[in-house]
């Protein structure tokens, strides 16, 4: 996991709960976070068999309305945008020019216009980016200082949400949001997550932040809940092979060689990166994402070398013990052959080659609520 210095770290309104509660801080993105409470281990797999509470309050939000809301964002983003319904959450790419990424994002459609959910290291590059190309008739609103967003995750997610909320959970389905109050307060309601679990993320005015995050733990007392930091929050998304911007995506990372390329339209028309990433679709990629299990024991970590008959191939560009298989699992980037699911490679860990095998993700079974 990444840390971030220089300036002085940012706090969420949550900060001193997270002292309170005996968490390990550390500068992530610029922002004060809390790595772990517990410990990463038990914080992630309280996540997987029971409910777990995360602090995102340093994730940005950004408002897109007015006339030419669409045209705007079909140009600026690679997803069609024009498929989604009132309620329904895409995922989707800002790319440059020549392809590379901007950001990965969330874009969320709404009554009056769209939603879009930005990466915290990124946000500020993100707004100067989005604002670059705003064009008449389109409205671009900051609201990140003004919201804060907790994320419920877990097979308890639900229930308890249930229980302090007048929104029919029952009618959204993953990747899908709704208007509703919890616990008497305003909340958008997204059934989204970074961890393959079921579970909401709830968008709300900052002022609220400690009350809820309150009410959250003791109405989830029955359902064994925990405040999970960010270095849970890591794994899982590890587990489920979910890429991480400054690890998995940057600013040099093709879509289709970030296996990204079920995000790029093929139909809707024009949009910034689009002639780059369709060269590339028709030559072919250099490299190519992949995740990987080691054969042997031993823990990857980001940056240690991949290797194909004594040469080097690639770099780890994730990797951790896995909390719920017991082995050490990672992402990286390598030939595309080599990214095909059975082949072998070697990862270099301490000087010594360790024997891994090409495994396309999730390392283990998503439980997210689908629609039939």
Request: glycine fraction near 12%; proline fraction near 4%.
């Amino acid at each position: 996991m990444a840390e971030a210095h220089g300036g002085e770290a940012k706090k969420t309104p949550l900060y001193d709960a997270h002292i309170r509660a005996g968490a390990r801080m550390i500068d992530f993105g610029g922002w004060l976070m809390p790595v772990y409470y517990r410990g990463i281990v038990e914080e992630h797999r309280k996540v997987r068999q029971a409910v777990g509470l995360f602090d995102l309050c340093h994730m940005g939000e950004v408002r897109v309305t007015g006339p030419k809301a669409l045209e705007y964002l079909q140009k600026t983003t690679t997803n069609d945008v024009a498929a989604l319904e009132v309620g329904q959450v895409q995922y989707t790419l800002l790319c440059y020019p020549d392809g590379g990424i901007v950001d990965d994002i969330l874009v969320s459609r709404t009554e009056d216009g769209y939603y879009l959910i930005l990466n915290a290291a990124n946000t500020a590059k993100d707004i100067e980016w989005l604002m670059s190309h705003a064009e008449d008739g389109v409205e671009i609103k900051d609201e990140s200082a003004e919201t804060a967003l907790l994320a419920i995750q877990g097979p308890h997610a639900a229930a308890l949400l249930r229980e302090l909320t007048d929104a029919d959970l029952d009618k959204i389905y993953y990747y899908q949001a709704t208007f509703g109050r919890v616990s008497g307060v305003d909340c958008f309601i997204s059934r989204t997550g970074y961890t393959g679990e079921d579970g909401f993320e709830l968008f709300f005015h900052h002022t609220h932040a400690q009350e809820l995050w309150d009410t959250l733990l003791e109405a989830g007392s029955k359902y064994d809940i925990e405040p999970i930091g960010l270095g849970a929050r890591d794994t899982l998304r590890l587990e489920m092979g979910y890429s991480l911007y400054g690890n998995e995506l940057d600013e040099k990372t093709i879509p289709p060689e970030a296996g990204l390329g079920w995000v790029v339209s093929k139909t809707k028309g024009d949009f910034i990166g689009k002639d780059a990433i369709d060269r590339v679709r028709k030559e072919g990629v250099s490299r190519r994402i992949t995740g990987f299990k080691l054969l042997e024991r031993g823990i990857p970590r980001t940056g240690y070398e991949i290797e194909k008959d004594g040469q080097v191939v690639g770099v780890v560009t994730s990797g951790s013990l896995s909390p719920m298989l017991g082995i050490g699992i990672g992402m990286c980037y390598v030939p595309p052959d080599l990214a095909k699911a059975g082949n072998q490679f070697d990862v270099i860990i301490r000087g010594k080659r360790i024997p891994a095998e090409s495994v396309k993700p999730p390392f283990v079974e998503a439980k997210v609520r689908r629609a039939k």
